[in-house]
């Protein structure tokens, strides 16, 4: 898939696959093109290269068979800002030919006594809840949430978690995006990490993040790692990234107690005390900074 | 206010299993269109210029003799076309440029992209709410007349004629308010409605007569939509004309631009 907005090309040779019935979470920095990938498969926009097939329809051009099977959240606004919470659900509901109950989703997302206030009223949680029940009101196939839990207090946000587990239990494909790298640890079957309009990662959650164990620690920056790695079992990989933070991973296998006193052995060796020693298995959030890098993005 | 707890179903309970379908197209306009007209009667200041305004100036200008308005009219008889023109002006061109205008400003136009009413369908829900909101004004305005004393003079023709000319009107009004709402911030299409509104009110022989106007002027002023609406809605509700071909035209011709420009350069967001 390619798009280009004049001289820039904000999605650029992205090619991703989600499955029926999973939840595929899309990551990236701020830029990187989730949004404009998801508004290209909601039809919002056309792609200037590729092809996209959304429940096997094209898009751009199945609008009209499309649009009923999907469910939509946009990343901020869309609703009226005087209408009432409960009047909007029931305005979508009409839309539908088999609606969930509207009364029942703002049961659900916790809105019935919201139900008479008007939208621009509602509290910025309660906004993003009110969108996402909006996106569910006609029984959908499979859902776009762009930032479902994006202001949203842990309450609600647990809360919201619990939703789209059930979603994805009664048969509902659901396409998220998020910056919360718990979230997608915790509901995605499937993550695909995007940057400058590249796929960087694409896979199962646990094989991203993986079963293999890293080792980290802080020193003195500038550290010789080729003479560390020279002391560690085969195999395994060690870096400074940023200064004064070191990684070191054993793909594949676990942090054994030997690799460790190799490691502390190493260090002694130069008169180095290493702080904030810790071993643990890599995360999602490890994953993404390691592809994406650390600077700050627009 | 009472806290709720959000709390999801059991996953696998089975009441999120999908059952997709779009709802005849006849039940999601009137839907829209029902929600779009509610939401501007709940709008104090809509209400202001769709209305009140209109009202305000059917009541001071029949009451007090604030203008001579010749051609042998009674004060009354000579306002009530020129104010349905204005209410007509002032729901299809003002009132819907506002509201088209921050409903894309706020994303609502790009959200309903997004359900299974098409934009077929969203223009013929706003359609509706215009008339439906006209035919309200209207009948509150010929109420009122007729208690301050309105004695129309019309032809037969009429029952078809003022609707015909009103229609015209409200396509006119109604794609240049699309035009402006989308293409213009909503800021700058609020501003430009309601600054169009006020100028045509003066120049468009709602309560001044055209007549005052230099006799150089009064032609063009006529060409306006307002002018053209005010004048024909005159000529059949006060002079019992049959049927002003040259308001028609004139109007037909407003409507054909403005509906052309908004399909043309419409910006959904």
């Known amino acids: ?298 | 206010m009472t806290a709720d707890t959000a709390a999801a179903p059991a996953a696998g309970a089975g009441r999120f299993t999908p059952a997709p379908g779009a709802a005849p197209m006849r039940r999601m306009v009137a839907a829209q269109a029902t929600l779009e007209t509610r939401t501007l009667l709940r709008n104090g200041e809509q209400l202001t210029l769709t209305l009140i305004i209109p009202l305000l100036l059917l009541a001071a200008f029949s009451l007090e003799p604030l203008v001579s308005f010749g051609g042998g009219y009674t004060r009354i008889d000579f306002l009530t076309p020129g104010v349905i023109a204005l209410a007509v002006m002032s729901t299809a061109f003002t009132s819907q440029a506002i509201a088209t205008g921050f409903e894309r400003r706020y994303g609502v136009l790009k959200r309903l992209g997004a359900t299974p009413l098409s934009r077929q369908g969203l223009i013929a829900a706003k359609t509706s709410t215009v008339i439906a909101v006209e035919l309200g004004q209207a009948a509150i305005i010929m109420a009122v007349a007729l208690a301050l004393g309105w004695s129309p003079d019309a032809s037969p023709a009429a029952i078809v004629v003022v609707p015909l000319l009103a229609g015209l009107g409200t396509a006119a009004f109604s794609g240049f308010a699309l035009l402006l709402a989308g293409t213009l911030r909503a800021e700058a299409t609020l501003a430009a409605a309601n600054l169009i509104y006020v100028v045509l009110l003066g120049i468009g022989g709602v309560v001044f007569p055209l007549t005052k106007f230099p006799a150089g002027a009064r032609p063009l002023l006529e060409l306006l939509p307002t002018g053209a609406l005010s004048t024909g809605l005159r000529d059949v509700l006060a002079s019992a004309a049959a049927f002003p071909v040259k308001n028609v035209v004139t109007l037909a011709v407003w409507a054909v631009i403005g509906i052309a420009l908004a399909a043309r350069y419409f910006r959904w967001e």
């Open chain 1, 1 to 298: 898939m390619v798009k280009r907005y004049g001289t820039l090309t904000a999605v650029d040779g992205l090619s991703l696959t989600a499955r029926r019935g999973e939840v595929t979470a899309i990551l990236g920095p701020n830029g990187a093109g989730k949004t404009t990938t998801i508004e290209i498969c909601e039809g919002y926009r056309a792609a200037d290269g590729g092809t996209v097939r959304v429940l096997g329809l094209d898009p751009a051009r199945d609008g009209k068979a499309l649009l009923p099977r999907i469910g939509v959240m946009l990343q901020a606004g869309g609703i009226p800002p005087a209408v009432p919470a409960g009047e909007y659900l029931k305005l979508l509901s009409r839309f539908h030919m088999k609606p969930h109950d509207p009364a029942w989703l703002l049961d659900i997302t916790g809105l019935t006594s919201s139900a008479r206030t008007p939208y621009k009223r509602l509290s910025g949680g309660q906004q993003q809840r009110l969108s996402l029940a909006a996106a569910l009101i006609g029984r959908p196939e499979l859902v776009f949430l762009d930032e479902p839990t994006a202001g949203m207090d842990p309450q609600a946000r647990h809360a919201t978690w619990d939703l789209i587990a059930a979603l994805r239990g009664d048969g509902v494909s659901v396409i998220l995006t998020t910056h919360f790298m718990e979230e997608a640890e915790r509901l995605a079957d499937h993550v695909v990490i995007i940057d400058a309009g590249q796929a960087v990662a694409d896979g199962p959650t646990a094989t991203l993040t993986g079963s293999a164990g890293q080792l980290r620690f802080r020193a003195e920056p500038g550290l010789d790692t080729d003479s560390l790695l020279s002391a560690l079992p085969a195999g395994s990989a060690a870096k400074e990234s940023p200064a004064g933070h070191y990684l070191i991973e054993v793909p594949g296998g676990t942090i054994e107690p030997a690799l460790l006193a190799a490691v502390t052995a190493w260090c002694a060796e130069r008169a180095v005390l290493p702080s904030s020693l810790r071993i643990e298995s890599r995360t999602l959030e490890d994953v993404f900074l390691e592809l994406t890098g650390r600077d700050l993005r627009g």
